[in-house]
């Protein structure tokens, strides 16, 4: 574990990454925007799905997801009714069927339903670990993704290239899953990226490693993963701490998956207190 980590484990909780059913992306981000460059060109790819796929310019084309609804930042009525024009044929291309739109306060909600109670949820690889400068290399990317999604039976519908100042050079895919009513639930293509190493060895075998993109850094498909790390001063301690959280877990119906208990290398000190144990736990949110 990386000591900065674990200092952050004393002052904050090093906890799991929040179910975020939406991009971080704001109404203000999407007012500041100038975008003036045109819509994405879209063609069809992939060998089984036939996925839509191109290139994002436009903030107010890209669309978040959550629920069975795709959301639009869009600073205008018109700019929303495009959105809903890209996306209506893209949505009917798999079997799902627009109900209704809403547009309000710079916000539009385009809602579908499906007759599988499938749902679309969408990735960004803007957290992962790869060349940004080389369009090929993000390309290689996205197509492990699309593959990855394939064999899961997680049928890809789009993927954009994104060139957009309010983010570094990247890419994202949309893609069919399961509906939960509960989202961390849902069987997703996810990112786990914290401070310290991931103990992959711990976390195989419970999800679908994708790619290791960095020792701290993974990406999987499945159940939201949480992650908490705890400091104490000696063994007796650490695995008191241990179980302890263990307990909090299951009280909290959250799923422990297992845990690794280190002795630091160098003892850290915060304060009064001396730490020479550490331990990591993983379990699903």
Not at 55 to 64: F, I, M, P, R
Not at 197 to 208: L, P, Q, S, Y
Request: proline letters at 2%; a negative charge.
């Amino acid at each position: 574990m990386k000591t900065l980590a674990l200092a952050a484990a004393v002052i904050f909780s090093v906890s799991a990454v929040n179910a975020a059913e939406l991009a971080n992306i704001s109404a203000s981000d999407a007012k500041a925007s100038k975008i003036e460059l045109p819509a994405p060109v879209l063609e069809t790819q992939g060998q089984k799905c036939g996925y839509v796929a191109g290139e994002l310019t436009k903030l107010h084309l890209y669309a978040s997801a959550n629920r069975s609804q795709l959301i639009s930042h869009a600073k205008t009525e018109a700019e929303f009714k495009e959105f809903v024009a890209m996306w209506t044929p893209i949505l009917e291309k798999f079997g799902m069927k627009v109900v209704s739109t809403e547009y309000k306060l710079e916000l539009g909600i385009l809602k579908y339903e499906s007759p599988d109670g499938k749902v679309v949820r969408m990735f960004l690889a803007e957290g992962m670990n790869y060349d940004a400068l080389s369009a090929e290399a993000m390309k290689k990317e996205q197509h492990m993704l699309f593959e990855a999604l394939e064999k899961r039976s997680m049928t890809p519908i789009a993927g954009f290239m994104i060139k957009h100042e309010a983010f570094r050079p990247t890419f994202n895919v949309y893609y069919l899953t399961d509906a939960n009513d509960n989202a961390d639930h849902e069987v997703q293509l996810r990112q786990m990226k914290h401070g310290d190493d991931i103990a992959f060895d711990i976390v195989e075998g419970r999800v679908t490693l994708v790619e290791k993109d960095a020792s701290f850094s993974m990406v999987y498909i499945g159940k939201l993963l949480g992650y908490k790390a705890k400091l104490a001063a000696d063994e007796a301690g650490i695995q008191a701490k241990l179980e302890d959280y263990k307990k909090f877990l299951a009280e909290n119906k959250k799923e422990f998956i297992g845990a690794r208990v280190e002795k630091l290398e160098k003892p850290f000190t915060a304060g009064d207190h001396t730490y020479n144990y550490a331990v990591g736990m993983y379990f699903f949110q």
